[in-house]
């Protein structure tokens, strides 16, 4: 995978783009992410398919922008599709990347062979309603931006023990030295924290173009939903899905019940065996 840069004429993205020359599949990442998010994918795909992931506006080593309303970076990734894959292309969104996807679909059609969508909220009004804090600590390690300041944040958090009640250091329960917390705070020190923002205080505004009752039925491709199981922080609910199953014309849906909302960083192969045959019949 080699780092590149692309121009949309108004921002710079950074992306990844692989060597295949398959069909080729577009990794949109979800808030406050980058596209390292996908890592743990891109290995099991780029022999087959010709693999991009980018760093959304705001995000990660692409520019910061005054406004991230959803349907502002609906611009960057179409042009992204037309200048640079230059063919129809293979979605894969998780979280907002998926609602992105969804109305890149909608507004496109030309520009998208199919959708997965990974754990991306269909209900506005459940996602209007969960907790903030995990944003509002993301958005407060983001305004430091410094990595180390970050890390040691991160170990000291409070989190459950597993099979207990009580809560511990992040650093206890996880280990001191376990990877995860430096990946997240390189990904936090990069991100612009108005993207949270835009979420924690401003999210009727930021999420009023996403109404599913005028997106899903006039999306023409195929869609594959990925649902992780809410009992363990899915964002897609089972009546959700009987919603969208109703919505959207060519639907597909496979429900992982051993993840949350992080799907393919907590179980890759699941998702690999859930994606690869519904990305066979495309070609």
């Known amino acids: 995978m080699i780092e590149k840069t692309f121009n949309t004429g108004l921002i710079n993205l950074n992306y990844v783009e692989g060597s295949s020359g398959g ?5 949109l990442h979800g808030l406050g992410g980058w596209w390292q998010a996908f890592h743990s994918l891109i290995p099991q795909l780029e022999k087959d398919w ?3 992931a980018l760093d959304l506006r705001g995000h990660g080593q692409s520019d910061r922008t005054e406004s991230y309303r959803i349907q502002d970076y609906l611009p960057d990734i179409v042009s992204f599709i037309i200048n640079c894959i230059k063919a129809p292309t293979i979605i894969f969104g998780h979280s907002l990347g998926g609602m992105i996807g969804y109305m890149v679909a909608a507004d496109n059609p030309e520009l998208v062979k199919a959708l997965i969508i990974g754990d991306s909220a269909i209900s506005m009004e459940f996602l209007k309603e969960l907790p903030k804090d995990q944003l509002i600590f993301w958005r407060d390690l983001a305004r430091t931006k410094s990595a180390e300041i970050i890390i040691s944040e991160l170990k000291n958090q409070l989190i459950p023990v597993p099979n207990q009640k009580e809560f511990s250091p992040a650093y206890k329960v996880l280990g001191e030295n376990n990877p995860n917390f430096k990946s997240l ?9 108005e993207t949270l923002t835009s979420n924690i205080d401003k999210f009727d505004n930021t999420f009023d173009n996403y109404k599913i009752d005028k997106l899903f039925p006039i999306i023409q491709c ?4 990925l649902q992780a199981n809410p009992e363990l922080g899915g964002l897609i609910r089972d009546e959700d899905v009987k919603k969208a199953l109703s919505l959207l014309p060519k639907v597909h849906h496979v429900k992982i019940n051993n993840v949350g909302h992080f799907l393919h960083m907590q179980d890759k192969e699941s998702v690999v065996n859930a994606i690869v045959p519904f990305m066979e019949t495309l070609s």
Do not use: E, G, N, T
């Not at 705070?185 to 924290?193: F, G, K, T």
């Not at 195929?222 to 939903?225: D, G, N």
């Open 23 to 27: 069909l080729p599949i577009l990794f």
């Open 50 to 52: 010709h693999v991009y």
């Open 185 to 193: 705070a390189d990904c936090l020190s990069r991100l612009d924290p």
């Open 222 to 225: 195929p869609v594959l939903i």
